[in-house]
Nanobody, 123 residues
């Protein structure tokens, strides 16, 4: 079974940093795209960063570009999301998701989802 386990969320002050981790199992890691998505109460789910693992091509939306870096350790089947310069508007539940092949950073295109990890940024 495909499983994704996200961790690393927490409470941080504005301007602070967090690193989220997503450990994957049950599939051939390099064949997939893994994405980080977030959703705050009352808002639509938003793609934060997505990486096609075969070539590490990575997408960032303008809302996080320059503040967020996604990386992968293919040997550990783990992806990371380093977030710097956090703002209160980054507060959300963050999810990692996976889908076979190269897919866009759009949540509806991902079949497999992990549980979320809460990120709260205080002002």
């Amino acid at each position: 079974d495909v499983q994704l386990q996200a961790s690393g969320g927490g409470l941080v002050q504005s301007g602070g940093s967090l690193r989220l981790s997503c450990v994957a199992s049950g599939f051939t890691f390099d064949d997939y795209t893994i994405g980080w998505f977030r959703q705050a109460p009352g808002t639509e789910r938003e793609g934060v960063s997505c990486m096609t693992l075969s070539d590490r091509q990575t997408y960032y939306p303008d809302s996080v570009k320059g503040r967020v870096t996604m990386s992968s350790d293919n040997g550990k089947k783990t992806v990371y999301l380093q977030m710097n310069g956090l703002k209160p508007e980054d507060t959300a539940v963050y999810y990692c998701a996976a889908n076979w092949g190269r897919v866009a950073c759009v949540g509806t295109m991902y079949d497999y989802w992990g549980q979320g990890t809460q990120v709260t940024v205080s002002s």
